[in-house]
């Protein structure tokens, strides 16, 4: 069985930088196909008010982002060590948010970036951004 973890988060400044990463492990032969999307959880949200950042297409690599992050962070895969990265430039204090990683086969990024689409999570990293 496929199963994602995150890393990476922290504490960082105003307009400071982090870079997650989403590692598959387990049974990982299929992970390139998989469309695999960011997503985040503010303080005192709920799960279902989880906010789509990112998505990375599996076959064609096509990716989308939020209007709140684009131009600020990039999503990005390293097929060989099977790992999913969100550099996260410029961070601002309402980045902060616990970061999701999530993966569905066969599934082409929509520009919504709805959790929905998604069955495969994380577990999550916490991001801070603060003085």
């Known amino acids: 069985q496929l199963m994602l973890v995150e890393s990476g988060g922290g504490l960082a400044q105003p307009g400071g930088s982090l870079k997650l990463s989403c590692t598959a492990t387990g049974s990982t032969e299929d992970f390139d196909y998989y469309a695999i999307g960011w997503f985040r959880q503010a303080p005192g949200k709920e799960r279902e008010e989880r906010e789509g950042?990112?998505?990375?297409?599996?076959?064609?690599?096509?990716?989308y982002y939020s209007e709140s992050v684009e131009g600020r962070f990039t999503i990005s895969r390293d097929k060989d060590r099977q790992i999913v990265y969100l550099q996260m430039y410029d961070l601002k204090p309402e980045d902060t948010a616990v970061y999701y990683c999530?993966?569905?086969?066969?599934?082409?990024?929509?520009?919504?970036?709805?959790?929905?689409?998604?069955?495969?999570w994380g577990r999550g990293t916490q991001v801070t951004v603060s003085p």
């Open positions: 999530a993966a569905e086969a066969q599934h082409f990024c929509e520009p919504d970036l709805a959790p929905v689409d998604f069955t495969l």
């Open positions: 950042v990112s998505c990375l297409n599996s076959l064609d690599e096509r990716t």
